[in-house]
């Protein structure tokens, strides 16, 4: 992991509430907040490891599809707390399919974790941001939300609308001094397919989980580098976080020459028909 610059290690503490912090890229930006100084909340479906675990890192039992763990988490936070400052709307799922392939199960359980998940944080702590007149909340998207290759519908789709709630929420804040930050990186190595597949039976499109975990497995870069950028563009006040070049140049290619953009969209999607019909 980059080392945190010293004079940024110094800045007062806050209080931080990570979703999905127990592993990944959320235990990566734990790992990172803590280095800060920061108190964190670490909320999961599952207990971080004590190997990776920091003694000062207090964990909560979140899934963040159940109003009640979310009521939990509030309740948490006004008795340890009494305020937030950082809430990281982290957790979350990978899947997709193509359109004829992928079945409604796969669509209403992404949609549930990736973006009812973040909807539903947001609007747990929105109030308490609102009257502090503060708080800044932080959503991990991806790529997929604004470059959409095939075989992902349902993934590009919900990420496309993390997008979305985060800008729409930031304008509906700012009057509040309430910032929020949509996070778009693109693939890196990470354990996200695999504890997918440990909430949920492996997706119908078998050749596009075998192209996925290709991508995620031959990724140049790894959570720490993706966390220690999500930090840099945080303190830069970004509001659209594009952490890794790939990110970057995909996005800017889409933007730039839509007609390149398109030819390499649809190159990828013949790749993904041929390995479907082997």
């Not at 509040?176 to 890196?188: N, Q």
């Not at 659209?240 to 398109?262: C, F, S, T, W």
Request: aromatic share 6%.
């Amino acid at each position: 992991m980059r080392a945190v610059p010293e004079e940024r290690a110094q800045r007062a503490s806050r209080r931080v509430l990570v979703t999905g912090g127990a592993s990944g890229l959320g235990a990566a930006l734990v790992e990172a907040f803590e280095a800060r100084g920061d108190d964190v909340l670490v909320c999961d479906v599952n207990e971080p490891t004590p190997a990776v675990e920091p003694v000062e890192t207090q964990f909560l039992r979140l899934d963040v599809r159940s109003d009640d763990d979310w009521a939990a988490a509030l309740r948490w936070v006004e008795e340890h707390w009494g305020s937030l400052d950082l809430l990281v709307n982290n957790a979350g799922v990978a899947g997709g399919g193509r359109v004829d392939v992928a079945t409604m199960d796969e669509w209403q359980w992404i949609t549930e974790i990736n973006l009812f998940g973040v909807v539903r944080g947001t609007r747990t702590f929105v109030s308490m941001f609102k009257s502090q007149g503060s708080g800044h909340i932080v959503n991990i998207a991806s790529l997929a939300g604004l470059v959409h290759p095939a075989g992902m519908g349902s993934y590009n789709a919900v990420k496309a609308g993390v997008v979305a709630f985060s800008e729409t929420t930031s304008h509906e804040l700012a009057e509040y001094g309430v910032r929020c930050t949509a996070v778009c990186p693109s693939y890196f190595r990470t354990n996200l397919i695999e504890n997918a597949r440990a909430l949920h039976p492996p997706g119908a499109d078998t050749a596009l989980d075998e192209l996925m975990a290709g991508l995620v497995s031959g990724a140049p870069l790894g959570p720490d580098d993706i966390a220690a950028a999500v930090i840099e563009g945080m303190d830069r006040g970004e509001e659209l976080i594009l952490p890794d070049e790939a990110a970057r140049g995909a996005y800017a290619l889409k933007l730039a020459d839509r007609a390149a953009y398109d030819e390499v969209m649809r190159k990828q999607a013949a790749r993904l028909a041929a390995m479907g019909e082997r």
